[in-house]
């Protein structure tokens, strides 16, 4: 009788080891389980994080160009000034395109000096831009050197030199009429009395 005793318990606890073997081995997995998913949600977050950061990279790659930028674009383009000078007939005029750095009157009378249409030394004591009734009128006023030069001419190549400049200042301000005096005065050559606005020169 002691010995089934003896066997009953052995095998009791034989059943016993092995069902603690079996929880014991189930708790392991279930870590090895939360260890993967744990990595997993790791692996997941770090890639969540290096696209947003190449998301952000590609935001500042495609960034539009700024005011700034644009206004320097605008800046470094260049200008021309279509100058006119007489052919060599003294019977029309020849259009020319010139870069220049900027426009205003000052450029303009020295580019007109450089092609030999007005003389070195000629200045502007004034200019003024207005309206009227719609339309747009340059006033000028030079120094003697103009006058000097215009009574040098016959007829044609007065004509001719006084439709240079005031076209080239016409074109370069679009403005319809051209008046000029000397020094203050209204000019009269042995030719023509300047006291009404010269127009475009079609020739």
Do not use: R, W
């Not at 439709?163 to 030719?191: P, R």
């Amino acid at each position: 009788m002691k010995k089934i005793y003896v066997i009953i318990f052995a095998v009791t606890l034989l059943a016993f080891s092995f069902t603690a073997c079996q929880g014991k081995d189930a708790d392991v997995t279930t870590t090895e389980k939360e260890n993967i998913s744990t990595e997993g949600t790791m692996e997941h977050k770090e890639d969540s994080e290096d696209n947003e950061e190449a998301t952000t990279k590609e935001d500042i790659t495609t960034e539009e160009p700024t005011e700034a930028t644009e206004e320097k674009t605008e800046e470094e383009k260049s200008l021309f000034l279509t100058l006119y000078t007489p052919n060599e007939n003294v019977d029309g005029l020849i259009e020319t395109d010139i870069e220049v750095s900027e426009l205003n009157e000052f450029v303009i009378l020295n580019e007109l000096i450089e092609a030999n249409v007005l003389k070195d030394g000629t200045a502007i004591n004034g200019f003024e831009k207005t309206t009227e009734e719609g339309k747009e009128y340059l006033i000028l006023d030079f120094n003697e050197k103009l006058g000097e030069l215009l009574n040098s001419y016959g007829s044609s190549g007065e004509y001719v030199t006084m439709a240079s400049i005031a076209n080239t200042f016409l074109k370069a301000y679009d403005a319809d009429f051209f008046q000029f005096t000397i020094n203050g005065e209204i000019f009269e050559s042995g030719h023509i009395i300047y006291d009404e606005p010269i127009g475009f020169s079609g020739f």
